[in-house]
């Protein structure tokens, strides 16, 4: 890890009592322009209409990570996003069973659900490319089969893609963001036997939001979870542009 541009204000913001980022390594404030993207984001989630109760509670509670790029896609964001999601990785056993990384990116500003979602797989084929790590054994690592997960440093997750052009309320953000929530956060839901009001609940607020459910919600396992990072509605022969790498060449964290 490069501690020099940690100290710089790069690595993710750890929220403090107040709600406002500070470094990871230092406790010093984040840079101006990551605090008012961070402020927008707070002030969205924490809404009483937005429709993601997991988000909320992960937000409400300070139980996140949060960090502004430069550029989406570009080598230079693709290798801070690494290192910044391994850490994150690491740093999930302190959080709650509900947390969250929020990458943000200063740009490109998308102009169309596509536009984001060529974007976003670009983003996540790269920072998958980069990863050392075997893939999640707990999901599959093909994109059009059911139990698909995007997999990071080990570990599975549910991406949600958030971008100025999008048609749903609750992803129509000013600044395209990738949220990464992690998969066993909603195993731990469904093993407590609550995933099914978290779900209804988030629902509920979705229709009330949007006088409509989002046509892409399945549950896992009735089809590929792939469909759902977007935002974007696909037909059924819609297949993913990702590519996982082969299994032999992964290595073994240490």
Known sequence: MDITRCIEGLCYGVPDAKGQLVNQLTGEPIEEVAQFVHSQFRHMVLSPQFSCVGAK?????????????????????????????????????????????????????????QH???????QLQHL???????WDQCVSQDPNDPHFSYSFFGRAFFVVGMHPAASRYARRFAYPCLVFNAHHMFQHLRDAGKFDSFQKAI????????????????????????????????????????????????????
């Open 203 to 254: 629902r509920r607020k979705e229709f009330s939001l949007q006088k409509g459910l989002n046509p892409n919600l399945t549950d896992f396992g009735d089809a590929s979870d792939a469909r759902q990072y977007s935002g974007v509605h696909h037909p059924g022969d819609w297949q993913p542009p990702f590519q996982a790498k082969d299994k032999d060449k992964e290595e073994t964290p240490e």
């Open 128 to 134: 998958h490319d980069e990863d050392l790590i075997p």
């Open 116 to 122: 984001f979602e060529d974007m976003m797989w670009h």
């Open 57 to 113: 509670s992960a937000v409400k509670s300070n139980m996140y990570r949060f960090t502004l790029y430069k550029e989406m896609g570009t080598p230079e964001t693709t290798a801070d996003l690494a290192r910044d999601l391994a850490l994150f990785v690491k740093d999930q056993e302190s959080l709650g069973s509900i947390n969250t990384f929020i990458a943000c990116f200063d740009k490109p500003y998308p102009t169309s659900e």
